[in-house]
């Protein structure tokens, strides 16, 4: 009788432990790894967004001033405001742009295309754009000129040309004064400096210069060439994170020009990089790390 078979199983193939604990920990690093380069991607893509969104915005506004100023009204009759502060500058003048109109103002009584620009930093650090349109009032056949035209008392139906200062008649529109012609226009701006490209009459020569002398008065603008705007921005969702208190703080960081930083160093966006550079304006750091330089000479094209 022939002894019982027993037929020998096959041993089935399977992964030791050691080398399912090594898989997991190569697949482990390598998600590690794709997540770092994800990350970084998607920082780099937030940080190109902000830089277009404040890129956008700092274009817009420059365009609209260097479109304003370069329709400025030169005469001799008619007051400019060119404020120098500690911090952020003002300016105020009249330019052959077009305004807001009275609510006065009806079909009747003709408009024209004057009004009285303004640019600011208001109390929230917003980049605020007045703009009064005037109208012509009292224009008859026996009008010898605009220059004898005056404006009312109230300052609500700007009349042109003023023999009188800007501030007699819209006292709100120098300084920090309410006034609801101003409208935000930049509300990533927060820093406004001015200086000027003035011609000297006697040499043609051209020169940067902090101050037009003086800020105030009457035909203060025949030599000038161009204002040169400067401007810092730091776009809305890193504002975001950033207290007024700070923002005060950037202000004062950044410099303001005069005759010798212009002479030694340059434009304010110079002085600025540097301040930047060197104490990153007292923002916290991926705040600082937004903060854009922006600068323009305005040209005066329209010369009367």
């Not at 077009?98 to 917003?126: K, T």
């Not at 006292?171 to 609801?180: F, H, L, W």
């Not at 927060?190 to 009457?218: D, H, K």
Request: hydrophobic fraction near 40%.
């Amino acid at each position: 009788m022939k002894p019982p078979f027993f037929k020998r199983s096959r041993r089935s193939a399977a992964f030791t432990l050691v080398e399912v604990l090594v898989s997991i920990t190569v697949l482990g690093l390598m998600m590690v790894g794709v997540a770092q380069l994800m990350n970084g991607a998607i920082k780099a893509t937030l940080g190109g967004f902000k830089h277009m969104d404040a890129d956008t915005q700092a274009r817009m506004v420059l365009d609209r001033m260097a479109f304003d100023i370069s329709k400025i009204t030169k005469r001799a009759d008619v007051d400019y405001y060119f404020q120098k502060n500690t911090g952020n500058d003002q300016m105020a003048f009249y330019s052959e742009s077009g305004g807001y109109y009275p609510s006065g103002v009806s079909g009747a009584v003709p408009e024209s295309d004057v009004s009285l620009v303004g640019y600011r930093i208001n109390a929230n650090n917003q980049m605020e754009r007045l703009s009064k349109g005037l109208i012509w009032n009292g224009v008859t056949s026996s009008t010898t000129g605009a220059t004898s035209m005056t404006a009312t008392s109230d300052g609500l139906s700007p009349m042109v040309f003023l023999p009188q200062t800007i501030a007699a008649t819209w006292p709100n529109v120098e300084g920090s004064g309410a006034d609801a012609n101003y409208q935000v226009i930049g509300d990533q701006i927060f820093r406004l400096e001015i200086c000027y490209l003035v011609q000297n009459t006697s040499t043609t020569a051209l020169s940067a210069q902090p101050y037009l002398s003086p800020n105030t008065g009457l035909n203060g603008l025949q030599d000038l060439v161009a204002v040169v705007v400067s401007i810092a921005v730091l776009d809305s969702e890193s504002r975001a994170g950033v207290t007024n208190g700070s923002l005060a703080t950037a202000i004062s960081d950044l410099p303001d020009v005069n005759s010798a930083t212009i002479s030694s160093n340059g434009l304010p966006s110079t002085l600025w990089k540097a301040a930047l550079l060197s104490n990153g304006l007292g923002l916290p750091a991926a705040s600082a790390g937004q903060v854009r330089f922006y600068q323009r000479y305005c040209y005066i094209n329209h010369v009367q």
